[in-house]
């Protein structure tokens, strides 16, 4: 079995900067892509960037330039650097990775989400 743990989530005012942190653990032989993604109230899941085991991102439109995600494949860790924040980026953080883990099987995971509000 394989666990995600978000961690970094916090209150932050507008134009602020917090990193997010997804550690992955458990029977893991191999990450592929990972990403987060957010839930703000009301609205739907969304995604806000990937990166794959080599290393190349996507962003949504709305966070490039502010965000910058990024993983330590040896720690099986994905980050989420997110500066010039702003109100509308308040939501719930998740962190979803691919992995090749027991039995060489693939698998989608989810972590529990982290909480980010951003507001003055």
């Known amino acids: 079995q394989v666990q995600l743990v978000e961690s970094g989530g916090g209150l932050v005012q507008p134009g602020g900067s917090l990193r997010l942190s997804c550690a992955a653990s458990?029977?893991?032989?191999?990450?592929?892509?990972m990403g987060w993604y957010r839930r703000a109230p009301g609205k739907q899941r969304e995604l806000v960037a990937t990166?794959?085991?080599?290393?190349?991102?996507n962003y949504t439109d709305s966070v490039k330039g502010r965000f910058t995600i990024s993983r330590d494949n040896a720690k099986n860790t994905m980050y989420l650097q997110m500066g010039s924040l702003k109100p509308e980026d308040t939501a719930v953080y998740y962190c979803?990775?691919?992995?090749?883990?027991?039995?060489?099987?693939?698998?989608?995971?989810w972590g529990q989400g982290t909480q980010v509000t951003v507001s003055s």
């Open positions: 990166i794959t085991s080599g290393g190349s991102t």
């Open positions: 979803n990775a691919e992995v090749l883990g027991l039995h060489y099987i693939t698998q989608n995971y």
């Open positions: 458990g029977t893991i032989f191999m990450i592929n892509a």
